[in-house]
């Protein structure tokens, strides 16, 4: 008798388990296994293909996943223990470089996996009235993590586009006497001009290890400036730049650029660095770098953060064409930015950040660096990053600056230390200095009271400058660091502004009778040539504090 042995049959897989073999699962459950699977590879990318049946690639996936998340760790850790080091990661043009691309291939990756979990659910099991539910689902979820990352990646290029455009491949600076002092011009680039006029100058000098903030404002019409030692300058000005009522410091620049170039063999702007140089001898540091705002670009980037928010001291004019440049006058205002509580444009805060019309300098100093502080203050994580491109993008048109890429993150873990400091203040001018100083400077005197001021600022004794005035008299409290810079023509100085030492201030809204004042007042006297009459409406109009 012949008898058969059959082979024992491998084990069947069971096909009533609904994650693997939905078609038999009732439809709730179908719906939920949707949902969870859209939920896994949103959540931890890989583990819905490993759950559901496509292991080799949820494998390759789930390492990819814990590889980002490694690095997603050790950059947080950097955040914590070394933001400088990250920062400087994320602003070397290779290193983010790098980071773009790789930003790119994972949320290629993630979307790639988004659609294979789409193959997994098996839209056709779904209840009909499901389908479009568990679409949309997916869609959002591809958009909140591709498109999370894809935004990433572009944010950094355009960082990355905008770093290359302002800042230079030079080599980094050290601080001195424990400070980095930063020149900040600004000025027109006009089709009338052979180089860039800085018609405002400030110095912002920063604790290295603190960040406490000091701005030195230095006038555009200050006279007789002094070059630092080693400046080629001074082989033309060994006694300071004492050519006559013409050599304003702020002239530098263009004379540099016209007719001395020669003496700044492979620097990138000559005109500049001799700007730098005047500043430096002049107060008596040493400052390290420039940064040059073009005023072409500025009402740009007000535009592109949404304009700024001030409280007005006093009536601002938006001035007319020159009519009578001996005598400063104007013709008939374009209109006027008035007292009070006011949201800014780009092209209403230009006017005020430049316009000196029936006022002077000192008036106009002033409520640069409020639109200044105003810009730090307002330009707050949300609105960075809703309106980067813009902002980026203005921002390219409007600074340029001989300070080294590779120490960007530095310099921005630097402000992060500022920000939200009290900065202290110094204008070679009213309030600070007779109205007439900037024509017969005392630099003696100018390099006491910044000597002054920076020992202050780092804990030493505020008298070993040797200034009997005393603290009190140069230092202003502020809210924020930096000073916008502005260009208008030249006018002969009047008498200053009552300076705003207060933050606390009224608006002059009023004439000193009750009446209130109004455009078509103003413009009333303009036409009738009662230009005092103006001046005493708007002499307060150098107060200014940012909202």
């Given at each position: 008798m012949t008898t058969s042995h059959s082979r024992p049959k491998a084990p069947q897989p069971a096909l009533t388990d609904p994650v693997r073999h939905p078609a038999n699962a009732p439809a709730p459950v179908r719906t939920k296994r949707a949902f969870v699977l859209l939920l896994l590879t949103l959540l931890v990318p890989g583990s819905a293909q490993i759950v559901a049946g496509d292991r080799k690639l949820g494998r390759i996936a789930l390492r990819v996943t814990l590889a980002?998340?490694?690095?997603?760790?050790?950059?947080?850790?950097?955040?914590?223990?070394?933001?400088?080091?990250?920062?400087?990661i994320l602003t070397n043009t290779v290193a983010s470089l790098l980071i773009i691309a790789l930003l790119i291939a994972l949320a290629i990756g993630w979307a790639a996996l988004f659609v294979n979990t789409l193959r997994l659910i098996r839209p056709v099991l779904l209840a009909p009235g499901m389908r479009?539910?568990?679409?949309?689902?997916?869609?959002?979820?591809?958009?909140?993590?591709?498109?999370?990352?894809?935004?990433?990646?572009?944010?950094?290029?355009?960082?990355?586009?905008?770093?290359?455009?302002?800042?230079?491949?030079?080599?980094?600076?050290?601080?001195?006497?424990?400070?980095?002092?930063?020149?900040?011009?600004?000025?027109?680039?006009?089709?009338?001009?052979?180089?860039?006029?800085?018609?405002s100058l400030s110095v912002l000098s920063v604790d290295a290890k603190t960040g406490q903030t000091a701005i030195i404002s230095v006038p555009r019409n200050l006279q007789n400036a002094q070059f630092s030692e080693g400046s080629p300058m001074r082989q033309i000005y060994?006694?300071?730049?004492?050519?006559?009522?013409?050599?304003?410091?702020?002239?530098?620049?263009?004379?540099?650029?016209?007719?001395?170039?020669?003496?700044?063999?492979?620097?990138?702007?000559?005109?500049?660095?001799?700007?730098?140089?005047?500043?430096?001898?002049?107060?008596?540091?040493?400052v390290q770098a420039y940064v040059l705002v073009d005023m072409d670009g500025f009402a740009k980037l007000i535009d592109a953060m949404g304009g700024i928010r001030i409280k007005a001291g006093g009536w601002v004019p938006l001035s007319?064409?020159?009519?009578?440049?001996?005598?400063?006058?104007?013709?008939?205002?374009?209109?006027?930015?008035?007292?009070?509580?006011?949201?800014?444009?780009?092209?209403?805060?230009?006017?005020?950040?430049?316009?000196?019309?029936?006022?002077?300098?000192?008036?106009?100093?002033?409520?640069?660096?409020?639109v200044q502080q105003a810009m730090l203050k307002q330009l707050d994580p949300a609105t960075l990053l809703a309106k980067f491109e813009d902002i980026a993008n203005a921002g390219t048109k409007v600074v340029d600056s001989n300070i080294s890429a590779s120490q960007l993150g530095s310099f921005v873990d630097l402000a992060m230390k500022a920000k939200g400091k009290e900065v202290s203040r110094l204008t070679i001018g009213p309030p600070d200095f007779d109205a007439s100083f900037s024509t017969v400077p005392d630099f003696d005197q100018i390099h006491q009271k910044v000597d002054?001021?920076?020992?202050?600022?780092?804990?030493?004794?505020?008298?070993?400058?040797?200034?009997?005035?005393?603290?009190?008299?140069?230092?202003?409290?502020?809210?924020?660091?930096?000073?916008?810079?502005?260009?208008?023509p030249a006018a002969p100085l009047t008498q200053p502004a009552p300076s705003p030492s207060s933050s606390d201030f009224t608006p002059v809204t009023t004439t000193p009778d009750g009446e209130p004042i109004t455009e078509e007042m103003l413009n009333q006297f303009k036409r009738e040539g009662n230009e005092q009459a103006i001046r005493d409406l708007v002499a307060t109009n150098g107060q200014c504090r940012p909202l």
């Amino acid at each position: 008798m012949t008898t058969s042995h059959s082979r024992p049959k491998a084990p069947q897989p069971a096909l009533t388990d609904p994650v693997r073999h939905p078609a038999n699962a009732p439809a709730p459950v179908r719906t939920k296994r949707a949902f969870v699977l859209l939920l896994l590879t949103l959540l931890v990318p890989g583990s819905a293909q490993i759950v559901a049946g496509d292991r080799k690639l949820g494998r390759i996936a789930l390492r990819v996943t814990l590889a980002a998340w490694a690095l997603a760790i050790a950059g947080l850790v950097l955040l914590l223990v070394n933001r400088t080091l990250l920062i400087g990661i994320l602003t070397n043009t290779v290193a983010s470089l790098l980071i773009i691309a790789l930003l790119i291939a994972l949320a290629i990756g993630w979307a790639a996996l988004f659609v294979n979990t789409l193959r997994l659910i098996r839209p056709v099991l779904l209840a009909p009235g499901m389908r479009p539910i568990v679409g949309v689902a997916l869609v959002l979820a591809m958009v909140l993590s591709s498109g999370t990352l894809g935004y990433a990646a572009y944010v950094l290029n355009v960082s990355r586009n905008a770093i290359g455009s302002i800042f230079s491949a030079g080599p980094a600076i050290d601080p001195v006497d424990g400070r980095y002092n930063f020149l900040m011009m600004g000025g027109d680039a006009g089709d009338d001009r052979t180089g860039r006029r800085p018609d405002s100058l400030s110095v912002l000098s920063v604790d290295a290890k603190t960040g406490q903030t000091a701005i030195i404002s230095v006038p555009r019409n200050l006279q007789n400036a002094q070059f630092s030692e080693g400046s080629p300058m001074r082989q033309i000005y060994p006694d300071g730049y004492d050519c006559g009522n013409e050599c304003l410091i702020n002239a530098i620049n263009t004379e540099v650029t016209n007719e001395h170039a020669d003496l700044y063999p492979g620097v990138a702007d000559p005109g500049a660095q001799a700007t730098l140089e005047a500043v430096s001898g002049t107060l008596g540091i040493t400052v390290q770098a420039y940064v040059l705002v073009d005023m072409d670009g500025f009402a740009k980037l007000i535009d592109a953060m949404g304009g700024i928010r001030i409280k007005a001291g006093g009536w601002v004019p938006l001035s007319g064409d020159m009519v009578d440049e001996a005598n400063g006058i104007h013709g008939m205002p374009l209109g006027w930015i008035p007292a009070g509580e006011q949201h800014l444009n780009g092209y209403h805060a230009l006017w005020y950040g430049r316009s000196r019309e029936f006022v002077d300098d000192y008036a106009r100093i002033q409520r640069q660096q409020c639109v200044q502080q105003a810009m730090l203050k307002q330009l707050d994580p949300a609105t960075l990053l809703a309106k980067f491109e813009d902002i980026a993008n203005a921002g390219t048109k409007v600074v340029d600056s001989n300070i080294s890429a590779s120490q960007l993150g530095s310099f921005v873990d630097l402000a992060m230390k500022a920000k939200g400091k009290e900065v202290s203040r110094l204008t070679i001018g009213p309030p600070d200095f007779d109205a007439s100083f900037s024509t017969v400077p005392d630099f003696d005197q100018i390099h006491q009271k910044v000597d002054q001021l920076l020992a202050a600022q780092s804990g030493k004794s505020a008298g070993a400058a040797g200034d009997p005035a005393g603290e009190d008299s140069i230092v202003q409290a502020g809210t924020g660091a930096g000073h916008l810079m502005a260009a208008a023509p030249a006018a002969p100085l009047t008498q200053p502004a009552p300076s705003p030492s207060s933050s606390d201030f009224t608006p002059v809204t009023t004439t000193p009778d009750g009446e209130p004042i109004t455009e078509e007042m103003l413009n009333q006297f303009k036409r009738e040539g009662n230009e005092q009459a103006i001046r005493d409406l708007v002499a307060t109009n150098g107060q200014c504090r940012p909202l």
